[in-house]
């Protein structure tokens, strides 16, 4: 969600180089970064497709396109979760100290973006009538107070950093058997508790079950788990194909578990998945998507606008064929938000407003104007 949601990337302020997204000083892990861009994909698609059958391509709630979308509804938010855990891990917060810096540092990333792509959202709701949903002006502070279509991460997000940085100072991550036992209980926490719909304040329910993949990221990174040869692979991948036999079970066959069973499997797809997702990873690090990965975050907040102004595009000239109409759609809203970053990236309003990153300097964009400093790093 190197993770999108909690990226720190260098940062080339030279006037003479188009922008790119912050990244670390360490080198890159192109496998990590290949996640990243699967990450972005699938959660392109899911959208591009629509959650119901009045969302996006309004497709059939018994259609294969709507099978697709809920097959993979347990991993694509939790593999953003997951590698945004696996990077927080590289400098996660251990003392009371550092944690004033980190809500600082995460209201930044998280709640201005919130504050300007959730307004924009909820404008162009409002004053597009080929929108597929329409919302109420006076709905307009529910999208800051309850979660507000895709955003609903931003906010949940915040509360997990928030949890797990404070878990970091208790000292309840400091070892493998406290992590062990912390986050055994998130993922307990995710299986049984739900807050009702009307205290869900701030995705707190995206929260809790958000929490223990970012845990699994973290632990990741931390304890380097799950570095699994080939027939480790091959066991992981008959884990998961065994426990997602019983998720497609729900899907198209008879079998009706209770919210605590379904959420159960859920969790277990999740992790199985993610597992091997991430264990076979060098397997499918190309570089056209580890390329994605670094503009992952920005990806994630403005894929909408191009992939619904598509929607609308191809309804307009007659085009129905839900390929094509997927396929296009996946490529703009993929595109659209890489060329914006590129474009207008370098603006201090929009890398802070919008992408969530910290301006440059003025006195840095004067030295960069002069040739004084090359290829100097904001932090």
């Known amino acids: 969600m190197v993770g999108f949601c909690d990226v ?24 990590v970064e290949a996640v990243r861009g699967l990450a972005a994909l699938l959660m ?8 119901t059958s009045d969302r996006g391509m309004g497709v059939a709630d018994d259609s294969v396109w709507r099978l697709f979308y809920l ?25 009371r100290d550092d944690f004033p810096q980190l809500v600082r540092g995460k209201a930044r990333r998280l709640l201005l973006p919130l504050l300007t792509v959730g307004a924009l959202l909820f404008a162009m709701k409002l004053l597009i009538p080929a929108a597929n949903t329409r919302p109420e002006l006076g709905d307009f502070w529910k999208t800051y ?15 997990v950093f928030l949890a797990v940085a404070l878990l970091g100072i208790a000292g309840a991550l400091s070892t493998l058997s406290k992590w062990c036992a912390t986050t055994g209980a998130a993922f307990v926490l995710y299986a049984l508790v739900s807050v009702p719909e009307a205290a869900n304040v701030f995705s707190i329910n995206g929260a809790i079950r958000l929490l223990p993949f970012f845990l699994l990221g973290y632990g990741m990174y931390r304890f380097e788990l799950f570095q699994l040869n080939r027939w480790g692979l091959i066991g992981a991948a008959a884990l998961f194909l065994s426990i997602y036999t019983l ?4 899907l198209i066959g008879d079998w009706e578990p209770n919210e605590v069973v379904r959420r159960i499997v859920s969790v277990a797809v999740g992790v199985s998945g993610i597992v091997l997702i991430f264990a076979a990873r060098r397997a499918f690090t190309w570089k056209w998507l580890a390329a994605i990965g670094p503009f992952a975050f920005g990806i994630y907040l403005l894929h909408v606008f191009g992939s619904a102004a598509t929607r609308i ?8 064929w839900l390929p094509a109409v997927f396929a296009v759609g996946l490529a703009v809203g993929v595109g659209a938000p890489i060329v914006f970053q590129l474009l207008f990236g370098r603006w201090n309003i929009v890398r802070t407003f919008v992408l969530g990153e910290k301006p440059i300097p003025r006195t840095t964009r004067r030295e960069a104007a002069s040739g004084t400093d090359e290829e100097p790093t904001a932090r």
């Open 313 to 320: 595009a191809l309804e307009k000239a007659g085009i129905g």
């Open 145 to 159: 107070a309850y979660g507000y279509e895709h955003l609903w991460f931003l906010e949940a997000i915040f509360l």
């Open 8 to 31: 720190v990337r260098v940062d080339t302020t030279s006037s003479r180089t188009p922008y790119v997204p912050r990244q670390r000083k360490r080198p890159k892990d192109l496998s």
């Open 71 to 95: 097959g993979l509804e347990d991993i694509r938010m939790p593999l953003f979760t997951v590698i945004s855990g696996y990077v927080y891990a590289m400098r996660p917060v251990e003392r």
């Open 247 to 250: 998720k497609l079970a729900s």
């Open 44 to 51: 392109v698609a899911g959208h591009v497709i629509g959650n």
